[in-house]
Each structure stands twice: as C-alpha cells, then as structure tokens.
C-alpha cells in the first residue's frame, strides 16, 4: 500500500513539472538554422495551449490535448514532435516577475486567455464589437516568450485603407510595444511599456499607461484619451 501511495505521488508531483518543462518555442532547428514551423507550448495560465505557425492559415492556438488526440502533436517522453518530426527548444519562457497579475485579474485583461480571447475594440466604432472597420488592443500577458501590447486595425479596415479608401473614424498609428511591467492599481491596471519601431523592433521610448476598468467590460486610457469595449472572440464579425 506505502509502495502504491508513493508511485501515484510521484506521478502527480512529476506529470504537471515535467509539462511545465516543456513550455517555450519548439523548431527542427535552432539559431541560424531556425526556420520551417515553431511550436510555443503555454501551461502556466492556459492549461495547456500550443501556438503553431506553419506559415499557413492552418495555423493558430489550439488546446494541447486536442492536437495529441489529432495525432499532430506529441509531447510523449519529454520530447516534442509535430506530425512526426523532433523539434528542439530554441526559446525558454519569459521572466515573468515583473507581471504581478492574478489568474483572475489576467482572464479580464489578456487577450491571449482562453477561453473568450477577448480584445479591446476602440469605442469609436459605431457597431462597438459588431463592427468591421475598427482599431483594437491586443495585450498579451500570458507568453509565455514575452508580453506586448498592439494596437492594431481590423482586416476589413486594414485592406480598406491599402487600396485608398477612407477610415470611418481617425486612427491612431498602428504600433507594437514590449510590456515590461504590469500591475494593479485602484480602479483598474497600470503597464510600463516600451515601443518597438518598425521595421526590426528596436527599442523606442519607455511609458505607462493606465488602463481604468468599468462595468460593461470598459477600459478607458486617460494618457491616450480613448475609450475600449472588451469584446470576446466570439462576439466579433468574422472579416
């Protein structure tokens, strides 16, 4: 019965640490060889999700135990093959000290938490979460290779804007910046970021900003003057 009890403690203690050492960025090959597909496997606050870019629209975030069921993937022996291949860790997560956010707190800012993978849609657009021409925040807090923060345009909007047409609202500039700090304040979060400039992502100036939550799934930045609706996935109209 002793000798029972401590292989199942063992199991327990060892299954959830042995998939935690897997999280990260997965290739064929690493560092100047690096190319083809990437795997980036998240335990910590998904429970489980790896992100695949294979350069085609098959690509995405997909539950971890489905893609095993599926046969793609499989994580057997602390290693990580996708449809039959071994890939090698070329990335470890991120140092996520500085991001001092509960599992709850981040289900409500994250934008890469499952399962609503909610974004911020700027209030300005007159069909709120129903629209199709539309700026949006992307805050990605769960990693696990880094966090950042885009404001971005909608596909519908983006292509209206290449081919000369006109916005029906004023945007903003599209940007990306690196969060190097998050925390909670009264009435909402605080982040520290620094911008990335285009075209290689070079470090511009550091700021913060407040992101002041309300009822209804509202986020206003006071420094930015703008007003956000949470919007879940599902809720958007497909572009």
Request: hydrophobic letters at 40%; one cysteine or more; proline letters at 5%.
């Amino acid at each position: 019965m002793r000798i029972w009890l401590a292989i199942a403690a063992a199991a327990v203690l060892s299954g959830p640490a042995a998939a935690a050492d897997l999280a990260g960025e997965w290739r064929a090959a690493c560092g100047a060889q690096a190319g083809g597909t990437s795997v980036v496997l998240e335990y910590a606050f998904t429970g489980g999700t790896a992100t695949i870019d294979d350069g085609t629209e098959d690509g995405g975030t997909f539950p971890i135990a489905a893609l095993e069921k599926q046969g793609k993937l499989s994580l057997a022996g602390g290693a990580v093959k996708w449809n039959g291949q071994t890939f090698k860790r070329c990335r470890a997560p991120a140092d996520r000290s500085a991001i001092k956010l509960s599992k709850t707190q981040l289900a409500e800012l994250a934008t890469t938490m499952p399962p609503d993978r909610a974004i911020f849609v700027d209030a300005r657009a007159k069909a709120g979460c129903k629209a199709r021409d539309y700026q949006y925040l992307r805050i990605d807090l769960i990693g696990p290779l880094g966090f950042e923060l885009g404001r971005w345009n909608s596909v519908h909007l983006a292509e209206r804007l290449a081919s000369g047409g006109k916005a029906p609202l004023a945007v903003d500039q599209v940007s990306n910046w690196t969060i190097e700090k998050a925390e909670s304040v009264p009435g909402g979060y605080r982040l520290t970021i620094t911008e990335l400039i285009p075209p290689n992502g070079s470090r511009g100036d550091t700021s913060t900003i407040t992101l002041a939550t309300s009822s209804g799934g509202k986020v206003s930045i006071p420094e930015w003057t703008r007003l956000y609706l949470r919007c879940p996935a599902s809720s958007l109209i497909a572009d």
